[in-house]
């Protein structure tokens, strides 16, 4: 069975401060997928990055950045000079590979509030 | 601009009468996915469709049924809706490979059900 727990129902900064979002899962498959997603106030869930098991290498897109480690089951998101356009609820997703249900398990989601 | 888009935005209905929500998309992808998510909460898969193949989760409620006439068009339907249906309903669309390859999913704007 898969899992994933973040464990930070909300978080509150204030503009331009650096602010990284935990995600810790299971599962049995050696081969999976993470992925997170945003889902700002007007409600519409918007892919962010996907990464593969096999894929450990981290990866920065302008101020956002992920940091994957298999050892400790971890995939955390780092939004660095946080704005108030960040603010939204962030879900990290799972989903096993072959020989694994291909539907994806969300976790509870991160509620970011980022003040002006 | 290729997208997922539901209709309507906004559905108010009475306790107990039938309401279709509608969900198209231009991807060409071969999965869609309908999502139940209320306030705070992750998004609760209802049921998916893998091409014609329609799969319905465990604990999704006989009341909730689901049509897709072809590729691109998705509907769910609520047969006699509770109070309790309340929610916004997701449109999702991954495109599904047999390789074990997990693409990430593409939402739509979603539909806010409100049951008088």
């Known amino acids: 069975a898969q899992k994933v727990t973040q464990a930070q129902t909300e978080i509150s900064v204030v503009e331009k401060e650096d602010v990284t979002l935990d995600c810790v899962y299971e599962?049995?498959?050696?081969?999976?997928?993470l992925f997170w997603y945003k889902q700002p106030p007007s409600g519409e869930l918007v892919f962010l990055i996907r990464?593969?098991?096999?894929?450990?290498q981290n990866e920065i897109s302008g101020r956002y950045s992920w940091n994957f480690q298999k050892s400790t089951s971890s995939f955390n998101f780092t939004i660095t000079a946080s704005q108030v356009v960040d603010s939204a609820v962030y879900f990290c997703?799972?989903?096993?590979?072959?020989?694994?249900?291909?539907?994806?398990?969300f976790g509870r989601g991160t509620s970011l509030i980022v003040h002006p | 601009d290729a997208m997922v888009i539901q209709n309507p935005r906004y559905q108010v209905t009475q306790f107990g009468k039938p309401v279709t929500l509608s969900c198209s998309q231009t991807?060409?992808?071969?999965?869609m996915y309908w999502y139940q998510q209320k306030s705070s909460q992750a998004p609760k898969l209802l049921f998916h469709y893998y091409d014609k193949d329609f799969n319905n989760e465990a604990d999704t409620p006989d009341n909730f049924q689901s049509r897709r006439p072809n590729t691109s068009f998705c509907f769910l339907d609520i047969r006699s809706p509770g109070l309790g249906d309340a929610a916004m309903y997701l449109c999702a669309t991954s495109r599904g490979s047999a390789g074990g390859l997990r693409n990430e999913q593409f939402f739509g704007p979603g539909t806010r059900l409100t049951v008088l």
């Open positions: 599962t049995r498959d050696t081969t999976y997928y």
């Open positions: 990464r593969n098991s096999f894929d450990e």
């Open positions: 997703a799972l989903s096993e590979g072959s020989g694994g249900s291909y539907i994806p398990t």
């Open positions: 991807l060409n992808h071969n999965v």
